[in-house]
């Protein structure tokens, strides 16, 4: 555990939806971070961060204009906006909950 | 010195674009603040999520004077003097919804009211599929869901609306023949911004950089303040939300692209603000696909060029697809939700037998939901299974149990069982008050394509005055 920083302090982040998928911009906050961000934040390490929602695909994305990755997330809504009976059934709130994943500070810091 | 030449030159070929809302719902003020600190060229106002058109095809189905976004009617109640006092401001909104014609009319007979019947208003239809469903099917038109690759009989019987999305050509059309207002149906909601820049500057319709650069811009404003400090994850109190500025696009001729917002008002327009609402709510960000264009997110920057202003840039544009997006909703049943709160030592614990004993009961009864759902709120459940907030131990949670079934009597017997709780359930549930919660139907939603050669803009512009006396008119 120790030595590991949350996300949050070197990103920030949106989530939404697509129907029954869901989307998380992550940015990094400073450019140079960039790059440690990538290295950290792959597929599998999301779909473990988010195993509980047993997504059935992740992919990503970059923006390098905006030094940030964009998640898709598949099928993680419990069927989406108009039928998930969950209370975040438009993903709102996953940006917030991955900024919480611990990760390895960037090798600068 | 050489900086505000820039901004003036920058001014003088360049349209302001401000959004008033970004969806059913947002705030009424919102617009009229917005016009009178915004030195707006154009207002939009952005209302139809997803299933929107799904309860308006509904109320169309009682109502036929209705079907359309109702608050629309009461900020234009709200922006009259705006209307009086800035004779440069247009309104483009989607708020027609699943009836423009009808929207025209009762605005119309308010603007009339006022003294503005002289003022022009275009609608836009055409994305109205529901009625050629059949008609499509036999051209050839499949339906099917390109998410699943489901065929479209599974639910064929049950579909309440199925609208394609158009493009910025209608409204362009309606801005051309002169409308001040413009109403539209089902648009994909960067055209809302795309149309007046298109047709302030008479880009060619192929031009697809500049389109790109637009179509960002409508992008980046489209959900209001989620770009000037809503919802941003690294918000902090100094950012003053309770009069949280809406956002505005300025848009030059050459497709530069600054956001910015009024400098009265609160929230902030930052790198950051800017680059959260950029990845709002997309897929592959090198192929955002409207009607309009193909562009490429992937490579945009954005540049602090001074307090609360972000230029653009770096926007690509290709050709679009040959289909259109058709957004489908169909009848799924029926769902509930009921809450009641536990308080006390073992608050969680606690709530968590109550779920049980409600599922339990019901089960005893014969009763049985096709799908159920337990949350206790204030315990980590929004996401279920994941271990975000440790192991505290709040005093008070919400119980939260939800159900859905196809059938509305199974839902019925469903939301009498929390009741029960108060006296016959675990120490410490308090907080319903409420009253018995209601079933309501399920509006699922069905994503298709259409080929672009079936659907085409009808555009239709008069007075205020001549929609006032139209047949969508009567009350």
Redesign the interface.
Known sequence: MTGLIRLAEIAHARSGDKGNHANIGVIALREDDFRHLGEVLTETRVAEFFLPLRPTEVRRYALPGIHAYNFVLKDVLGGGASRSLRTDSQGKTLALALLEMRIPPPPHS | MQHELATITLAMESIRVGNGAGFWGDNLDAPRRLCEAGRLDYLTLEYL???TMSILAHQKSRDPSAGWVSDFGDVVDDLIHSLQTQPGLKLVTNAGGMNPHGCAAAIARRLGQKGLAGITIGTVTGDDLFPRLDELSRAGEPFANF?TGQSVDAIRDRIVSANAYLGAAGIVEALARGARIVVTGRVADASLTLGPAIHEFGWDWRDWDRLAAATVAGHLIECGAQCTGG????WRPEIALGDVGYPIAEIADDGRVAITKPATNGGSVT??TV????????????HYLTPDVDTD??????LQTETDRVEVS?ARGAAPPETLKVSI?YQ?GF?A?ATVVLCGPNATQNARAAGTIILNRLAHAGVKPA???V?I?GAG??????P?TGDSRPWDVVL?V???DPSRSVLDRFVREFAPLVTAGPPGVTGYTGGRAKPRP????W?TTVSRTHVQPEVDVKTAEEWAHTAGASE
Request: overall charge negative.
């Open positions: 999520a997803e299933l998410e919802m941003f994850s690294a790198v950051g680059a959260e609402q950029l990845v709002y709510e997309i897929g592959d960000p090198a997110f992937s490579h945009v920057r954005l770096h909703a799924d769902m939700s799908r159920t759902h949350e709120l459940d929004t996401l279920p299974g994941m975000i939260r939800s159900a859905a399920v509006l699922a939603y994503p």
